[in-house]
């Protein structure tokens, strides 16, 4: 759990740095540094697609994945989940929400802008293989290496995206407390559950996701519903697993 620790207070700093400096930058500058990493996101997520050793389970993990995710509502829970926190920790009221999709519209508003910063931040911090695997390694052994590392790119990361995103950042800390947290406390049935095929599909999974997160939140081409695909990400070592057992693959 230290990892996770060192993760949340890298965040933390970095959210309050960029909530304190950020409204002293122009607009036109946080608009930059969001697409470039917007950018820099879509490049990481295409890194990791690439892992794959088989595209069709990726599709199909997405595919059902968002089914799924669509079926739960996930987006629209974590947007409610950002309208909580945004309503008793800020005193505003969240608005702008779809109540029927809970997607958020290109043109957010104010009241918006601190979901938006919550679930960017939280999606960007969670999916990718540092996370896993870090989180692995910090639970069964105690090396928190790789979680420090993450640490000090997520660091940076949330400076950049509290400047312009606003305290909805910060809140994601929440998220990554629990996601990695809870992978920590579980590592040691992972580990013997997970294996390297799995966790390759897993990641290109992954990297899909920040493909269509740098597409609609940070260089706001297109709205997607990322957070109700995330079901991929347990689906894709699914399929992997199944299709070992029969022999396929």
Not at 74 to 82: A, D, F, H
Request: proline share 4%; charged share 10%; glycine share 14%.
């Amino acid at each position: 759990m230290i990892g996770t620790l060192i993760n949340v207070l890298t965040v933390l700093i970095g959210s309050t740095l960029g909530l304190l400096f950020g409204a002293q930058l122009p607009e036109r500058v946080r608009q930059t540094v969001i697409a470039g990493l917007g950018l820099f996101t879509a490049a990481i997520g295409l890194q990791m697609f690439f892992k794959t050793e088989n595209s069709i389970i990726v599709l199909g993990a997405l595919l059902v994945g968002g089914v799924l995710g669509e079926w739960w509502k996930i987006e629209t829970r974590l947007s409610n989940l950002g309208g909580f926190l945004e309503t008793h920790f800020t005193g505003k009221k969240a608005t702008g929400i779809s109540p029927e999709e809970g997607a958020i519209p290109l043109e957010n508003p104010e009241g918006s802008r601190f979901i938006r910063g919550f679930l960017t931040a939280s999606l960007v911090f969670c999916v990718g293989p540092m996370t896993i695997l870090g989180s692995i390694q910090d639970g069964l052994t105690g090396d928190y290496h790789l979680l420090a590392i993450k640490s000090v790119l997520d660091g940076f990361a949330s400076l950049a995206f509290a400047s312009s995103l606003g305290v909805g950042v910060l809140f994601s800390t929440l998220v990554v407390f629990t996601f990695q947290g809870g992978i920590s406390l579980l590592a040691a049935q992972a580990q013997a559950v997970i294996t390297i095929p799995m966790m390759n599909e897993m990641t290109a999974v992954g990297g899909v996701l920040l493909v269509g997160l740098a597409i609609s939140s940070l260089l706001e081409i297109k709205p997607i519903r990322v957070g109700n695909f995330l079901p991929a990400l347990v689906l894709a070592p699914l399929i992997v697993a199944i299709l070992a057992g029969l022999g396929i693959g």
